[in-house]
T-cell receptor, first 116, second 106 residues
Framework: KAGVTQTPRYLIKTRGQQVTLSCSPI?????VSWYQQTPGQGLQFLFE???????NKGNFPGRFSGRQFSNSRSEMNVSTLELGDSALYLC???????????????FGPGTRLTVT | AQRVTQPEKLLSVFKGAPVELKCNYS??????LFWYVQYSRQRLQLLLR??SRESIKGFTADLNKGETSFHLKKPFAQEEDSAMYYC????????FGSGTRLQVQP
């Protein structure tokens, strides 16, 4: 099976702009989660989508949003970019949770966003 | 709020030495705990999870609810174990620790 793919891999934006990142999960996976990784804060959960519905949201401002399409592909959007949004954004997909079992999350390579 | 603490940023050992990567957590309820590993230039990947109770690549981790710990252990470190290790807590939304870089020297 092909792994989780994320596009673009690298992105440079200017303060105040907006950006959209894309994630294609492993075929058959309906859960997609997004994480932000920075040297200062480490890995932080942004949000999770399952079957096009946001199931969980982390402690991030409303500038961070996401969505999931019927084919399970997901996008996240950051509006009014700030310098502090520079980070590696990771996407992870899984089968979700069934029968009390939490399925493994498979991570993509990430999108490196630099805000200048 | 749930929290994961990995007190060591860097752990350096010699090949063949025992390894213990520490992880303490804070969570009210029954935790679900994981160890993820990231080798150089590779993706973050699951190493093991507490419910499976298996040994992966010689690593084991035991959940100690009394001490709220989930330390990762390996009796004899190998050079190929050098990587970044993250302890994580949760189900859908994972809370990660800050990570420990393990360096295994020849």
């Amino acid at each position: 099976k092909a792994g989780v793919t994320q596009t673009p891999r690298y992105l440079i934006k200017t303060r105040g702009q907006q950006v959209t990142l894309s994630c294609s999960p492993i075929s058959g996976h309906r859960s997609v989660s997004w994480y932000q990784q920075t040297p200062g804060q480490g890995l932080q959960f942004l949000f999770e989508y399952f079957s096009e519905t946001q199931r969980n949201k982390g402690n991030f401002p409303g500038r961070f949003s996401g969505r999931q399409f019927s084919n399970s592909r997901s996008e996240m959007n950051v509006s009014t970019l700030e310098l502090g949004d520079s980070a590696l954004y990771l996407c992870a997909s899984s089968l979700g949770i069934a029968g009390g079992l939490t399925y493994e999350q498979y991570f993509g390579p990430g999108t490196r966003l630099t805000v200048t | 709020a749930q929290r994961v603490t990995q007190p060591e940023k860097l752990l350096s050992v010699f090949k063949g030495a025992p390894v213990e990567l520490k992880c303490n957590y804070s969570y009210s309820g029954s935790p679900e705990l994981f160890w993820y590993v990231q080798y150089s230039r590779q993706r973050l990947q699951l190493l093991l999870r507490h419910i499976s109770r298996e040994s992966i690549k010689g690593f084991t981790a035991d959940l100690n609810k009394g001490e709220t710990s989930f330390h990762l252990k390996k009796p004899f470190a190998q050079e190929e174990d050098s990587a970044m290790y993250y302890c994580a807590l949760g189900r859908r939304a994972l809370t990660f620790g800050s990570g420990t870089r393990l360096q295994v020297q020849p």
